[in-house]
């Protein structure tokens, strides 16, 4: 299983960006994919997850009403449209997904057995 992510880059403080995951190697209809972010000196921290069966999601209050996780069954494709963005919003953000429908670990990275690669999101004030 792989997971690509892409669509990271340079944007003001107020802007707009989408990151993209793409999933081959295996269907998503049971697990949950998120994203996690992580900033320099700082751990992996969670911003969005979404199930993959309902698109039923949750986000970190950090996030929450800028940020909007939906996903693609077609193109097995996770997508994080990212609007307002701060100055803090500013890590290398990376996709993950693992088996099960719960929320209750959502958060925890922990839950997840896949990871991709990581695509850097710069906002400059």
């Known amino acids: 299983v792989q997971l690509q992510a892409s669509g990271g880059g340079l944007v003001q403080a107020g802007g707009s960006l989408g990151l993209s995951c793409a999933a081959s190697?295996?269907?998503?209809?049971?697990?949950?994919v998120a994203w996690f972010r992580q900033a320099p000196g700082k751990e992996r921290a969670f911003v969005a997850v979404?199930?993959?069966?309902?698109?039923?999601?949750d986000y970190a209050d950090s996030v929450k009403g800028r940020f909007t996780i939906s996903r693609d069954n077609a193109k097995n494709t996770v997508y994080l449209q990212m609007n307002s963005l701060k100055f803090e919003d500013t890590a290398v953000y990376y996709c993950?997904?693992?088996?099960?429908?719960?929320?209750?670990?959502?958060?925890?990275?922990?839950?997840?057995?896949?990871w991709g690669q990581g695509t850097q999101v710069t906002v400059s004030s």
């Open positions: 979404i199930r993959w069966s309902t698109s039923t999601n």
């Open positions: 190697g295996r269907t998503f209809s049971s697990y949950r």
């Open positions: 993950a997904a693992g088996a099960g429908y719960s929320f209750v670990d959502a958060k925890n990275t922990g839950a997840y057995e896949y």
